[in-house]
């Protein structure tokens, strides 16, 4: 089995085999590490996208040189990799978690699709059937929206936690106005996803969400595929000369 690592901006996420779980990169330590993975045995390989910070990939790579004398294997965003062409002039700008999503969605099922990641950023993108690349957006998420308007606000008093469903009633409270703005903001960048999608992709295109966010965002846009791995699973197509973890259960 491959330890399978995805280091967001507020999390590392991570899965072996059977086994899934979550750790905070906030103050991310070699105690945080063993109490997550004290359990495991030795992986045939560690394979890690990130967005992070250095200081979190280091640690990851003392833990794991230390505890099973493996080195890290990296996924990096390519020109063009599995299919898909990227349409940036300096792919190296991407983030990789968006690359190996692409990666992941549009070797899932042809025809392209749309694939959307609703973390602390909501990013968009578009891949044609013939694995173009057509661009995509990248808006503040509905963490780090809510965030923004406490550090400005502070006579506001939001939740920040994900919700399954956004509320976009008028509210009939500050708290509740600004709350459900925000959310409805996001419930009509899901409604203009799903039309620019079709104009662009076609109506068989896929929509496929993956993120903390991602079930209010389908629930919004009234269609689409709830894929909580999306980017994990796009491992296997970025770095496919490192033995994979249970690739017959996920394709």
């Known amino acids: 089995m491959t330890l399978d690592i995805d280091i967001g901006n507020t999390r590392l996420k991570w899965r072996c085999g059977e086994l899934r779980g ?9 105690q945080a590490l063993g109490q997550a993975w004290g359990g495991l045995d030795t992986p045939a390989a560690v ?22 004398s493996l080195s890290l294997c990296k996924a990096e965003t390519q020109a063009s990799q599995a299919g898909v062409i990227n349409s940036y002039q300096d792919h190296t700008t ?21 694939v959307v990641d609703c973390g602390s950023a909501v990013t968009i993108d578009y891949v044609d059937a013939d694995g173009q690349h057509l661009g995509g957006y990248i808006a503040p998420g509905l963490r780090l929206m809510r965030k923004g308007l406490l550090g400005n606000t502070r ?23 600004v709350g459900h703005g925000i959310e409805l903001m996001l419930a009509a960048l899901a409604e203009r996803v799903v ?14 969400v993956t993120g903390g966010d991602g079930a209010a965002f389908i629930e919004s846009a009234g ?4 894929c909580p791995d999306l980017v994990l699973d796009g491992l296997d197509w970025a770095l496919p000369e490192v033995l994979g973890s249970n690739e017959e259960e996920r394709f």
Not at 48 to 63: D, I, K, P, T, W
Not at 102 to 113: E, H, K, S, T
Not at 223 to 226: F, I, Q
């Open 223 to 226: 269609k689409g595929e709830y």
């Open 94 to 114: 991407m983030g990789a978690d968006r690359w190996l999503a692409m990666l992941a969605g549009f070797n899932r099922q042809p025809g392209g699709c749309c």
């Open 155 to 177: 006579q506001i008093h939001l939740p920040i936690e994900s919700s399954e469903r956004w509320d976009t009633r008028p509210g009939r409270s500050t708290a509740e106005a």
């Open 195 to 208: 039309r620019d999608a079709e104009r662009l992709l076609g109506s068989r295109a896929a929509l496929l």
């Open 22 to 30: 979550f750790v905070s990169t906030s103050g991310l330590d070699l």
């Open 47 to 68: 394979r890690v996208v990130s967005v992070a910070c250095h200081e979190a990939e280091a640690v990851l790579a003392q833990y794991c040189q230390q505890q099973w």
